[in-house]
């Protein structure tokens, strides 16, 4: 089973930021947050993972509760290209039980214009 | 080329038919990863090679798939006498190293009829 949860869907305004939550209160301290999106017929594609500092690139911003039980994904200016299912997985950091990557469902992001 | 390269894109077989899904990782890549994606979830993790060496193929269904890296770099995931429910996305995913972020192809469709 996922060891995160996740909105089933959200809605943002083009322009506007977007701000997903995930929820992994059983998170283990040698455990990652990835994020992934996977827009409509494309493979999932990498955007942003943390241990427990914030984290931003040029995708997002990754922020991590002090406890790490819970986290955001921002996107700062959501464009149309954004609409996407975003998954939030945590992913152990030690070799040999970080080989798979246990999906959720996701959460169903849809930019209006 | 930049990303992991995934063949065919579509493949639409007859039941009981064999087929043959290849993939390509990023060039140097050590870790390679096979998950099966069905409509409307997540993916699910199927088989994971280091270099040559299928370390791990615990998520196959059943004795009809099977996967193969001959000499560590292009994969192959063979699924024979195909039925209706391996209808799916078969996505090929590689990382530097088992460590490292991970990404993915495009996916190979595949429907069974």
């Known amino acids: 089973d996922a060891k995160t949860t996740q909105p089933t869907s959200m809605d943002c305004a083009e322009g506007r930021a977007a701000n997903l939550p995930c929820n992994h209160s059983t998170i283990s301290g040698n455990e990652y947050v990835y994020w992934y999106r996977q827009i409509h017929s494309q493979g999932p594609q990498y955007i942003i993972h943390?241990?427990?500092?914030?984290e931003t690139n040029e995708m997002a911003s990754l922020i991590i509760t002090e406890d790490r039980k819970s986290s955001t994904l921002i996107l700062p200016h959501a464009t149309l290209r954004d609409t996407a299912v975003y998954y939030c997985i945590v992913r152990v950091a030690n070799a040999g039980n970080n080989r798979k990557l246990i999906w959720g469902l996701g959460t169903s992001l849809a930019v209006n214009p | 080329g930049a990303g992991v390269s995934q063949s065919p894109r579509y493949k639409v077989a007859k039941r009981g038919q064999d087929v043959a899904l290849r993939c390509d990782p990023i060039s140097g890549h050590v870790s390679l990863f096979w998950y099966q994606q069905a409509l409307g979830q997540g993916p699910e993790f199927l088989t994971y090679f280091q270099n040559e060496a299928q370390l791990d193929k615990s998520g196959l269904p059943s004795d009809r798939f099977f996967a193969e890296r001959p000499e560590g770099s292009v994969s192959t995931l063979k699924i024979q006498r195909t039925q209706q429910e391996d209808s799916a996305v078969y996505l090929c995913a590689s990382s530097y190293r088992q460590l490292d972020t991970i990404y993915f192809g495009e996916g190979s469709w595949l429907t069974v009829v």
């Open positions: 943390g241990l427990k500092n914030n």
